[in-house]
C-alpha cells in the first residue's frame, strides 16, 4: 500500500490528539493505577476493531464509487478533522481530577472501553469518511483493511498506554488549567494539520 505510512503518521497524530478516549485512559490511569488502566485500552482498541469491522461494508461500497463520490467524501473527512480542531482550540481548559482510588473489576473496565467506543459518533465518521482514501481500489479489499484496521489499534494500545503510564507521573501538569489548555491546543493544532493534508492528498489510480 503506498498510502501505508502516511496512514501511520495520520493515525499517530490523531490518536495523540486528545479526546474523550485519551481522557478515558489517563483518568482510569489516576483512579485505578497503570495496570488496571491498561485493560481500559483493550477495551477501547477492540471497540475501535468492532466500529471498523460494521463500517467495512459500507467502506465497501464507499471504494467501489465514483471518483466524484470518493472525492465528495475526501473533503468530508477534511472537513470533520479540521471541524474537530477548531473546536479543541477553542474548548474550556481540560482538567484531570484525581479521584480516591478505587477497586474496579477488569471484565467492567473492558467493557466500558469497549462500549465507549461503539457509542462514540466520532470513531464510526472516522472510518466512513477519512479511512477509506487509504485503501487502494486496485488492490484486494480485505488483506488491506485487515492491515489498516489492525494497524490503527496497534497504534491506540501503544499510545493510549504510554499517556497512562506518564499520567501518574505528571498528576500536577494535568490538574492545572495551563496543563488542559496545553493538551487542547496540541490536539487541535494536529487535527487542523491532517485536516489541511486530508484535502490536498491524492488516491493512486
Do not use: D
Not at 155 to 164: D, G, S
Amino acid at each position: 500500500m503506498q498510502l501505508y505510512l502516511l496512514f501511520i503518521l495520520m493515525a499517530v497524530l490523531t490518536i495523540l490528539s486528545p479526546g474523550p478516549g485519551v481522557l478515558k485512559s489517563i483518568s482510569n490511569s489516576l483512579n485505578y493505577g497503570f495496570k488496571t488502566a491498561f485493560i481500559g485500552v483493550l477495551g477501547l482498541s477492540f471497540g475501535v476493531l468492532c466500529v471498523a469491522t460494521i463500517s467495512a461494508t459500507s467502506l465497501g461500497a464507499l471504494l467501489a464509487a465514483s471518483n466524484t463520490a470518493f472525492t465528495v467524501i475526501k473533503y468530508m473527512g477534511a472537513a470533520y478533522l479540521i471541524y474537530m480542531g477548531i473546536k479543541l482550540w477553542l474548548a474550556p481548559a481540560t482538567q484531570m481530577v484525581n479521584e480516591a482510588a478505587q477497586v474496579v473489576s477488569h471484565k467492567r473496565l473492558f467493557a466500558e472501553g469497549m462500549l465507549f467506543q461503539l457509542t462514540n459518533p466520532k470513531a464510526l465518521v472516522f472510518f466512513l469518511s477519512v479511512f477509506p482514501q487509504f485503501i487502494e481500489r486496485e488492490q484486494p479489499y480485505v488483506p488491506q483493511f485487515v492491515a489498516l484496521a489492525l494497524t490503527f489499534c496497534g497504534l491506540l494500545i501503544v499510545i493510549h498506554t504510554a499517556y497512562a503510564f506518564f499520567a501518574q507521573r505528571v498528576q500536577r501538569l494535568l490538574k492545572s488549567s495551563q496543563g488542559g489548555r496545553w493538551l487542547n491546543r496540541v490536539g487541535g493544532t494536529a487535527f487542523i494539520g491532517f485536516g489541511v493534508l486530508l484535502a490536498s492528498a491524492k488516491k493512486s489510480a
